[in-house]
């Protein structure tokens, strides 16, 4: 795929997509690192494999399968990407933010982003799970925007506002959820941190961080969010803790992407619940447009 990508682009593949299935999803959602069976929720699947969708970028990284499943959650119509493109495989970033924009066109008005991350909060534990409230965009803040370039006015003004974009309500929701689930004692709120990878951060990095205040860290995320909100969609996200970053010079502990999948499985039963009645909480309405 070249490197500049024109709205003819999200275009051909959206309507490709449309031609192929019968569903029109109002809700997107990407799975994070180990998390793609969120997909599994889904009733009525159309599946397919990036490589069959034109003008789809590949997943590389173990742990996302790399197909893009339509199909109903409590009767509400969702497209899910088991697999998302990251910056440290070697895609630029529009290619990394790509589906994004092919789901705008789609029709899709909320966005759900899932991720495996690393907490710098001390009172955080593995296992936890993080409904992100701010996100830092460490690459985005040193000029690696995927917003970079000319603006399409057709998705989103030039100088799009990034504060509040996760959305309050929908937090409120999941909390809410997680109670009545009965979780809520491995449910926090904070801010994620995207950094680039692939990796993991050096124990001088993780203790700027933790000045900085952010709560987990990540290597994806803040680009989609970024272009969701550029084109207006609603955004909620989850942070799936599955390591405790190393900050001391004592700690003899170190992180490896094997373990940060094994703890993804630990809490699939609870992150495919909270989504699926996350969704069917929703106020969106299958059948317009
Ligand atoms: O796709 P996500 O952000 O969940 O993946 C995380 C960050 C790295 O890609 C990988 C490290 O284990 O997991």
Same mark, same amino acid.
């Given at each position: ?178 109670? %009545? ?5 491995? !449910?926090? $709120?904070? &801010?994620?941190? #995207?950094?680039?990878?692939? *990796? ?67 809490? %699939? ?5 909270? !989504?699926? $009645?996350? &969704?069917?909480? #929703?106020?969106?309405?299958? *059948?317009?447009?």
């Amino acid at each position: 795929m070249k490197d500049q990508i024109c709205y003819d682009d999200y275009q051909k593949t959206a309507s490709w997509l449309l031609s192929q299935t019968q569903h029109r999803p109002k809700v997107a959602i990407i799975c994070g690192s180990g998390l793609g069976m969120l997909a599994d929720a889904l009733k009525c699947q159309d599946s397919f494999p990036y490589s069959d969708i034109p003008g789809f970028p590949q997943s590389t990284v173990q742990g996302h399968a790399g197909r893009l499943v339509f199909g109903e959650l409590k009767g509400k119509t969702c497209v899910c990407m088991q697999g998302r493109f990251h910056m440290y495989e070697g895609h630029s970033l529009c290619k990394t933010t790509f589906p994004v924009r092919v789901f705008k066109l789609l029709g899709v008005e909320t966005l759900i982003v899932t991720n495996a991350a690393g907490s710098l909060a001390d009172n955080y534990q593995v296992g936890d799970i993080m409904i992100i409230k701010d996100h830092i965009n460490f690459p985005g803040l040193a000029g690696l925007n995927p917003l970079n370039g000319p603006n399409d006015d057709k998705f989103g003004p030039r100088f799009p506002p990034m504060s509040g974009v996760y959305d309050k309500d929908l937090r409120k929701i999941a909390f809410d959820l997680c109670k %009545s689930m009965g979780v809520s004692q491995f !449910v926090q $709120e904070g &801010v994620y941190c #995207m950094v680039g990878g692939p *990796n993991f951060e050096s124990i001088a990095e993780a203790r700027l961080l933790h000045r900085l205040g952010v709560d987990a860290v990540g290597m994806s995320t803040a680009p989609e969010v970024v272009v969701a909100t550029h084109c207006g969609m609603r955004v909620f996200g989850l942070s799936l803790i599955t390591n405790k970053v190393v900050k001391s010079y004592d700690d003899t502990e170190s992180v490896n992407h094997e373990a940060v999948l094994e703890v993804s499985k630990l809490r %699939s039963q609870t992150l495919k619940m909270l !989504v699926t $009645e996350l &969704v069917s909480r #929703m106020d969106i309405n299958n *059948n317009t447009g």
